[in-house]
């Protein structure tokens, strides 16, 4: 606690320290294992609960979806001494470069999600095409890893499928 100086002398005015860490991703699923990279490391000391990660794991799709108009989005962490917050906010520019993926990781990839998800629904690719109004053969590239869809596209796969959940 530092006494203030100020006109009401006597009265304590608490000073936290507070860390604040900020990146930003490319807003497309790949990003989601370098989002998820960076916020472990925010998080060394303050793990999350399942249902907080799920929460900030949906925090995240979310703005990825809506980070169609600028292609990029911002995370920022702030640690308190008893809490963490985290922003996670379309960005304009890169302010920073994507953090360096520390080492391999077990995460899911897009490719993986969608493949499980239409095996797990008994939708042939062609099926899903047609559901999703795009060529069977870009479905393919998709299950493939080779491409990943547009955010356009990707909203039409949430719609039609669910969120995308990735590791």
Do not use: H
Request: proline content about 10%; overall charge negative; aromatic content about 6%.
């Amino acid at each position: 606690m530092i006494e203030s100086a100020g006109p009401s002398r006597g009265e304590s005015i608490e000073v936290l320290p507070v860390v604040i860490t900020t990146s930003v991703f490319p807003a497309r699923p790949s990003s989601v294992p370098e989002i998820q990279s960076f916020l472990r490391r925010c998080l060394s000391d303050s793990p999350l609960t399942e249902v907080d990660s799920r929460e900030v794991g949906k925090t995240i799709y979310s703005a990825l979806l809506e980070a169609a108009g600028s292609g990029m989005i911002q995370v920022s962490c702030r640690r308190y001494p008893n809490r963490v917050e985290f922003d996670v906010l379309p960005a304009e520019t890169p302010r920073q470069a994507p953090p360096e993926p520390e080492g391999p990781e077990p995460t899911a990839t897009f490719a993986e999600w969608m493949a499980e998800t239409l095996r797990g629904k008994g939708i042939t690719r062609e099926m899903a095409a047609d559901q999703l109004g795009v060529s069977p053969k870009t479905v393919g590239r998709w299950l493939g890893g080779q491409t990943e869809p547009r955010l356009r596209e990707l909203r039409r796969i949430q719609e039609r499928f669910g969120d995308v959940r990735l590791q």
